[in-house]
């Protein structure tokens, strides 16, 4: 991916629009979601590719499956190979994990860090979580 400025205007637009729509298999996951964020701020998702590749008869594939199908033992793994992991305070933009909201099949929620925070989905619409607990994240490298 070419590096070219993020639209935060975008992001934030994208946020907002979001703010009150909650987890759904299949329609706004926390891929689709951080993804989307992604193709707001960049004009492309950062894994375009995956679309599609993580569900099989209308189910998600569970972590023995996902890790056939991607070829990464974890997430991390998975996400190292699209993007730079970073070891510093993550900065607006940045493609983040935590494990302090649910964490659905893969042991981490994703989510995109807002500033001093990051936002996740919820069942019922964005949750905002400090940056202190954030487990891991990723910027265009």
Excluded at 2 to 17: D, H, T, W
Excluded at 25 to 46: K, L, P, Q, S
Excluded at 117 to 139: H, T
Aim: one cysteine or more; proline letters at 4%.
């Amino acid at each position: 991916m070419a590096m070219i400025p993020p639209n935060f205007e975008a992001l934030n637009l994208f946020i907002k629009a979001q703010r009150n729509l909650g987890f759904q298999w299949h329609t706004n996951d926390c891929f689709i979601f951080t993804n989307g964020a992604y193709r707001v701020m960049y004009g492309v998702g950062y894994a375009d590719d995956w679309v599609g590749k993580y569900t099989s008869n209308g189910l998600y594939l569970k972590r023995d499956e996902l890790r056939k199908v991607f070829k990464f033992r974890t997430i991390e793994e998975a996400l190292d190979a699209k993007l730079k992991r970073i070891n510093y305070v993550p900065p607006r933009g940045a493609l983040v994990t935590t494990k302090a909201t649910r964490r659905w099949v893969l042991g981490e929620a994703l989510g995109i860090c807002v500033g001093s925070s990051a936002v996740f989905l919820g069942s019922k619409g964005l949750i905002s979580l400090p940056v202190e607990q954030i487990s891991n994240s990723w910027v265009l490298a």
